[in-house]
């Protein structure tokens, strides 16, 4: 008999929560956002199969509260994934400048209200199945990014694998757990039938990869994730973020994203999903 499917809902208040649940219930989840704490128990006796909860810091006094909700539910055998949302501090600022409402905690100013809560709710970020920084994304990316963690469930994979691209000029992404800079390979920018092209381009990828730097670069960075992912699957880390950025986000990391995506999704211990942050966001 299949499992009964829960997916907590959590994160910074103004990252995207509700846009969240809302495209959950669109596929299917019976959604309840703010469930207060010392309720869980009626999620056992709801006759739901797909239930997505959303659970913020309004929901529980300390972390350990949080903690105990998720042992009860693993100790109940549900099926459990933990979404995690975050953004930068200045676009959550803007999103409560733009809504006009109350960031949750009460301290003198709202930076300090922010800045608080992430002390509080950040060790969650650390036990998450899918970490999601909602800076830049808009509610399309949110929903392909979910639907790759819904995915994990039917193929079980021990590392939720987050390859993405980036262009320096814009900053780079908060979320990354190992980044890397490929602006020492020579860009395809300045040569003017690759220009326009992007490196999903089999021009852009055929001048990228034919230096002997960049095929260099690239031995040595498969050596090393093959090294270094099972040590961090040992440790019980559920969810990584490479970044790999260039000067304008769409040349040679997106030709390096590509291809580490489809070598690493070879590996059946890893659930591999690609972003790339500048066409998300229309910068190509």
């Not at 409402?101 to 899918?130: G, N």
């Not at 814009?170 to 602006?183: A, C, E, T």
């Not at 270094?228 to 950025?245: A, D, M």
């Amino acid at each position: 008999m299949d499992r009964k499917k829960i997916i907590i809902v959590t994160g910074l208040s103004g990252a995207g929560k509700t846009t969240a649940l809302n495209i959950l219930e669109d596929m299917g989840f019976y959604t309840i956002d703010n469930l207060p704490l010392g309720l869980e128990k009626s999620l056992f006796d709801i006759n739901l199969k797909k239930i997505a909860v959303g659970i913020d810091i309004r929901t529980f006094k300390k972390i350990e509260d949080f903690f105990n909700f998720r042992d009860l539910m693993l100790k109940a055998n549900l099926d459990l994934k933990i979404i995690f949302l975050e953004a930068d501090e200045s676009v959550i600022l803007g999103r409560y400048n733009l809504s006009r409402r109350a960031h949750p905690l009460k301290e003198k100013t709202l930076l300090a209200s922010i800045q608080r809560e992430k002390k509080i709710i950040f060790p969650v970020k650390e036990i998450a199945d899918l970490i999601i920084d909602t800076t830049d994304s808009r509610p399309i990316n949110l929903e392909e990014k979910i639907k790759a963690n819904i995915n994990l469930e039917e193929n079980c994979a021990k590392l939720n694998l987050h390859l993405q691209s980036f262009g320096y000029k814009y900053g780079v992404p908060i979320d990354s757990d190992l980044m890397f800079d490929v602006r020492f390979i020579p860009n395809p920018y300045y040569i003017d039938e690759l220009k326009e092209k992007t490196g999903f381009d089999e021009e852009v990828k055929n001048y990228v990869m034919k230096h002997e730097e960049s095929q260099e670069f690239y031995t040595r960075l498969q050596d090393f994730l093959k090294f270094l992912i099972p040590q961090y699957i040992k440790e019980g880390k559920k969810h990584l973020t490479i970044s790999i950025g260039c000067s304008g986000g769409k040349h040679r990391s997106v030709t390096f994203i590509n291809k580490l995506a489809e070598d690493l999704k070879k590996f059946s211990h890893l659930n591999v999903y690609i972003s790339h942050r500048e066409k998300e966001i229309g910068r190509w």
